[in-house]
């Protein structure tokens, strides 16, 4: 590797690159790492973190709500938008800054510059400069997209920039039905904002279990979120300092913002991948092999730039698994079967493994456990909501091959669940464990009474 100036180039300084350049240097690897925008990726500086500490924010307004029932009296509770994302801000430069220790702590050197290829083992970078590297790691993630071009376009957002909007709008519509646009319009709701969300698909979140996607749209127009669906918006036209948006259905609509959350496509344009040979997939990402490896041997490829299942943790394995096996002599796939996911919208969603759907098509017999009831906190809250919890078992095994949880907690419980999901647990062990009472949990270990088993039917 002596003829290269680094053993390693990573484009990309997000969840999958900082790992893989950590422990490619940590391996003895000569690193360098480029970061266009900001060290830390999507994740820390326009993702799950910040977009997090907005949801926490936005579930004050139910408490206070809540607070009531339980004998508390508060003061009319006011909300300042700046103040917020000033904090968060402040949250997001210190965890960046934590990023950019650590890889230089691991010997790790970042050009805070745009990388190109110029040719299979060169990457260009600010100024002209040219470093050459025996190995190479596309990290550039993904980029949000936003669907056919419709008149006044350019006023939609995407959620990259409803993080630093200056105020809270008053009413904010929104295009997309996946977790995204599920989760800012909770995040809108929550924090007092009037919420329209449509979408073209015959309901939310595809690809959750029906009875999930059933259950929080009931739960999210009881908190007042229009939602619209078989449904696109048709034009948006500025009227002042409003927008005036027509819909595919006819209807009009007056909004202070306008966002987008239709989709996000991988980071692979004008890197000069194609140039040098690597080929891309039908679903816009990166080919590569169970390594990561794509189809020039030296050049991997890692997160959602792959577009496998784009979320932070697997970013991170696979950044990880590709620097030992490459750097650690310790070749390493990723197992992507049973990955929990979330989504942080209030009401909120937690699951791991098949749907219901899925199991039908799968299995010879699917036998089905749900619950949904009134949880112990709104009794006295007054709050009109329900938890509901599903079991998807393996009539033949008896092993439990998705959990689906959609409440108070439902992130937390998916995290645990997905352990007994992919330790191959048997409906007999939930069963068999003793429940923690009183606890929401505590159902998914007291569910008897199947509600439906289905022979798989056979393929005509
Ligand atoms: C609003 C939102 C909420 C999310 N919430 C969650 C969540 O709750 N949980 C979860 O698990 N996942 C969540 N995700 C997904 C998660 O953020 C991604 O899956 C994860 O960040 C992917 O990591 P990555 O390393 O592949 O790419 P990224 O983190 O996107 O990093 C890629 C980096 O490459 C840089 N880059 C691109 N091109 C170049 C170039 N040519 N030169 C130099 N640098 C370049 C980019 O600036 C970026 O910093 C969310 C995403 C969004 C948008």
């Known amino acids: ?101 650590t890889l230089k702590k691991s010997g790790v ?21 040219c470093v050459r590297a025996a190995y190479i790691l596309i990290a550039t ?41 599920v989760e800012f319009a909770g995040i809108f709701g929550g924090l007092g904002s009037q919420v329209t969300l449509v979408y073209r698909g015959d309901n939310i979140l595809r690809g959750f279990d029906d009875d999930v996607r059933k259950h929080v749209r009931q739960d999210m127009e009881k908190r007042s979120i229009r939602v619209i669906t078989g449904c696109k918006i048709a034009a948006i036209e500025k009227s002042g300092s409003h927008f005036s948006v027509r819909f595919s259905n006819g209807n009009q609509s007056t909004a202070d913002v306008v966002m987008f959350a239709t989709g996000r496509a991988p980071n692979v344009n ?60 310790k070749p390493t796939a990723v197992d992507h079967v049973h990955v929990p996911t979330a989504v942080f919208s209030d009401p909120e969603v937690g699951a791991v493994g098949l749907t219901e759907a899925e199991a039908r098509l799968r299995l010879a017999q699917t036998d089905v456990y749900k619950s949904m009831f009134k949880p112990l906190k709104a009794t006295l809250s007054g709050r009109d909501t329900t938890v509901f919890l599903k079991l998807v078992v393996d009539g033949i095994t008896d092993r439990v091959v998705g959990c689906h949880i959609v409440g108070e907690g439902a992130a937390e419980m998916a995290q645990m669940a997905a352990i007994t999901v992919k330790m191959g647990a048997k409906k007999a062990d939930f069963d068999a464990t003793m429940a923690l009472h009183p606890t929401i949990a505590e159902e998914l270990v007291t569910m008897r009474q199947r509600s439906a088993s289905y022979a798989r039917e056979a393929a005509e």
């Open 270 to 329: 004008k890197i000069g991948l194609r140039e040098v040979g690597v080929a891309l997939g039908k679903n816009g990402g990166l080919v590569v092999d169970e390594y990561s490896r794509t189809s020039v041997p030296h050049i991997y490829g890692v997160g959602d730039v792959t577009n496998r299942i784009n979320l932070t943790p697997v970013a991170i394995r696979e950044g990880h698994a590709f620097a030992d096996t490459v750097f650690g002599g």
């Open 1 to 101: 590797m002596s003829d290269y100036e680094v053993d390693l180039f990573v484009i990309g300084g997000g969840s999958g690159g900082v790992r893989a350049s950590r422990i490619a240097a940590q391996h003895g690897a000569r690193v360098m790492v480029a970061e266009e925008y900001r060290v830390g990726g999507t994740c820390v500086i326009r993702g799950c973190i910040p977009k997090k500490l907005l949801v926490y924010a936005s579930r004050f307004r139910a408490e206070f709500e809540d607070a009531e029932g339980f004998g508390w009296t508060l003061p009319q509770a006011t909300f300042d938008w700046p103040t917020l994302i000033a904090n968060k801000d402040k949250e997001i430069a210190r965890l960046e800054s934590a990023y950019s220790a």
């Open 141 to 181: 993630g993904g980029a949000p997209t936003y669907g056919d071009s419709i008149p006044g376009l350019e006023h939609a957002i995407s959620s990259n920039e409803a993080f630093h909007l200056p105020e809270l709008p008053a009413h904010v519509v929104i295009q997309g039905g996946g977790y995204i646009a």
């Open 109 to 129: 050197e970042i050009v805070k510059t745009r990388a190109v290829l110029v040719d299979p083992h060169t990457v260009q970078v600010a100024d002209g400069r």
